[in-house]
């Protein structure tokens, strides 16, 4: 069980130009749990991967596993065991010697590396398969075998590199189920790195998001959906719906009426009001209720979604399945705004809040 | 299987005269064969007298030798070209193809004069060293594009499992990058076989292949010695084709000159 600190963990690339990949994180892992660095491509993920594995030198700032810094320990000693989103099994190598090959390195007896390769095997649910090719394999058996190759040397950390992105839809959820059973099963502090804000919610314990290098916000899964930091870590997480305002203690003004919101600690001032699809109300009067037009509708048999227009402001709503016969395109409904599931953030820098 | 025996048809076909004249007494026009056979040429290369034995050792001695030193310059910067980019790369892969365009004889009397000064001229090592300007070019090449197919992550990989810099090296880029080096090093030691030019100037006379023994004879008007010298300097280089033409067929093949 490993705790692992980043601390102002910078990494600048000099190539034809300088990037900045990675700028001043923070971020404490805790240990034995699963957290994910998530974000778009580029934005420095996999570079933080690979600075916590060695395999990149950080420009500035300290990795420390257990509170002792690790930067002067070469990837190979630092027992950070990672798996690649292709799982890069050595093709020449038979899959029991891809499994045994950390032990290999480590001058660990035949015997014992015989014994613990099929013991690995076993964990992976791949009994017997020693002999076997890598090339024989199916995406998802070839990643159980890299699973496998890496935990096979007890690391002190597990890093994973999209560790679901490589498979088929109905492959991703037994991975998951899988991934989750045996981090469980032995308390591995891990580390992922995704693109999909899915494949982080699911598997994840904790997530940290960023964007452009830089962290913007550390938090439970949920927390992202319910209390995001920011108009661009709601949109990443699929809201849709805001609505700029000013906000003054428990009222918000905005271009379409007042707001009445609960108490919330951001400062009085313009903000920015957030209601996911799924928590606006159709057809329902009352407090923070204002008039929309039905736009449009799609019926995707669990629930169906509307596109509803304020003063030429767009909202979507996920509404229950049978909706759909009660609403009408082209009809003007109250639509709600639940005090309790309106959540303020503060307005963006650029100020170019999209109306639709 | 079907791959060799084209490439021994291919090749040993067109030296059938060749062997023939080799093995013949008397051949007078308009005659398709020779009148009479004999094992007289033969014989005469493989004695002391011909000096061919000792041509044929050394010879193998400077291959080998200038094939490991371009190996050991050609894998790195092959490696390099295939999967970096950096400014200025052009320039170097003009440079280093440069041999193989340039006719080496241009700057070989400079490098002779360096050479003297450093006391390398009119000898074994001096002509090893002056045979890796036609060699490296190949080399680097057939580098340069396994490279341009390689992963490196798969070294990454490999460190994060706990093998050194070394070991990440003979367990993971050496098996990866082994056919290339066959394929390089194969034509690194053929061409330095062949040899003639460079050996003879930074050779001076003192260091003698079959190349140069060869010429010698094609003066001579033996046309059965020179018959039998061709043999006996061709059948290295077929026989390292027919060895590792598993090499060069197939996927393993990644010869595509500079990968990008």
Redesign the interface.
């Known amino acids: 069980m490993t705790r692992v600190y980043l601390h102002g963990l910078s990494k600048v690339f000099h190539?034809?130009e300088e990037v900045h990949a990675v700028k001043n994180l923070d971020l404490e892992i805790a240990s034995g749990k699963i957290t994910a660095l998530l974000g778009p491509s580029g934005c420095g993920k996999t570079t933080t991967l690979?600075m916590i594995?060695?395999?990149l030198r950080p420009t500035e700032g300290d990795v420390s596993f257990d509170g002792q810094s690790v930067l002067g320990i070469?990837?190979?000693?630092?027992g950070?065991?990672?798996v690649?989103q292709n799982y890069?099994l050595?093709p020449?190598m038979s899959v029991g010697e891809n499994v045994g090959?950390?032990l290999r390195?480590?001058h660990v007896d035949k015997k014992t590396i015989e014994e613990k390769v099929s013991e690995m095997l076993e964990l992976v649910r791949l009994p017997g398969y020693e002999n076997r090719r890598p090339k024989q394999l199916s995406g998802g058996q070839q990643q159980r075998v890299a699973l496998a190759?890496?935990l096979i040397?007890e690391p002190k950390v597990l890093?994973l590199d999209e560790p679901l992105s490589n498979l088929d839809a109905h492959l991703r959820d037994e991975m998951r189920e899988f991934i989750l059973g045996i981090q469980r099963q032995l308390g591995i502090t891990t580390i992922f790195v995704t693109h999909d804000q899915q494949e982080a919610v699911v598997l994840a314990d904790v997530i940290a998001l960023m964007f452009d290098g830089e962290l913007h916000q550390f938090d439970l899964p949920n927390a992202f959906y319910e209390r995001p930091s920011s108009v661009r870590v709601a949109r990443f997480f699929g809201g849709v719906n805001f609505l700029e305002g000013v906000k003054q203690g428990e009222q918000v003004e905005t271009p379409l009426g007042i707001l009445h919101v609960n108490h919330q600690e951001i400062a009085d001032g313009p903000v920015v009001v957030t209601v996911r699809p799924e928590h606006l109300r159709l057809g329902e009067q009352g407090e923070n209720a204002i008039q929309a037009r039905v736009r449009s509708h799609v019926y995707v048999g669990t629930h169906t979604r509307f596109r509803a227009e304020a003063d030429e402001r767009q909202f979507e709503v996920v509404a229950e399945a049978a909706s759909v016969e009660r609403f009408r395109d082209g009809e003007t409904l109250p639509l709600k705004f639940p005090r309790e599931k309106i959540w303020l953030v503060p307005p963006e820098e650029s100020a170019s809040l999209p109306t639709g | 299987m079907a791959v060799m025996v084209a490439i021994a048809i291919a090749i040993i076909v067109p030296m059938l005269p060749l062997i023939t004249w080799s093995f013949s007494f008397r051949w007078y026009f308009p005659d398709l064969i020779p009148t009479s056979l004999s094992m007289r040429a033969w014989k005469y290369v493989f004695s002391r007298a011909s000096k061919a034995p000792q041509a044929a050792i050394q010879g193998v001695q400077i291959s080998l030798v200038a094939t490991l030193l371009s190996l050991v310059t050609g894998v790195p910067a092959g490696r390099a070209l295939g999967l970096h980019k950096f400014r200025g790369k052009k320039l170097v892969q003009f440079l280093i193809l440069a041999p193989t365009i340039i006719p080496p004889l241009s700057v070989v009397m400079g490098i002779h004069v360096a050479f003297i000064r450093y006391g390398l001229a009119a000898k074994m090592l001096g002509v090893m060293l002056v045979h890796l300007i036609p060699t490296t070019p190949y080399v680097v090449m057939v580098m340069s594009s396994v490279f341009a197919n390689y992963d490196p992550e798969y070294e990454e990989q490999a460190r994060t499992l706990g093998a050194g810099l070394l070991r990440t090296f003979i367990h993971v880029t050496l098996p990866a990058i082994f056919p290339g080096i066959i394929v390089g090093g194969m034509f690194a030691f053929i061409i330095s076989w062949g040899q003639y030019v460079l050996t003879l100037l930074i050779g001076g006379g003192r260091v003698i292949t079959l190349p140069v023994l060869l010429f010698c004879f094609a003066g001579s008007g033996d046309n059965a010695v020179t018959a039998a010298l061709c043999v006996l300097f061709v059948a290295p280089a077929i026989l390292i084709l027919i060895f590792s033409s598993k090499y060069l067929t197939g996927e393993s093949a990644a010869l595509g000159g500079f990968g990008a």
């Not at chain 1, 070469?74 to 630092?78: C, G, I, L, S, Y």
């Open positions: 190539g034809q690979k594995a060695g395999l070469p990837a190979e000693k630092r950070a065991a990672m690649f890069l050595f020449y090959f950390g390195m480590r190759r890496a040397i890093l």
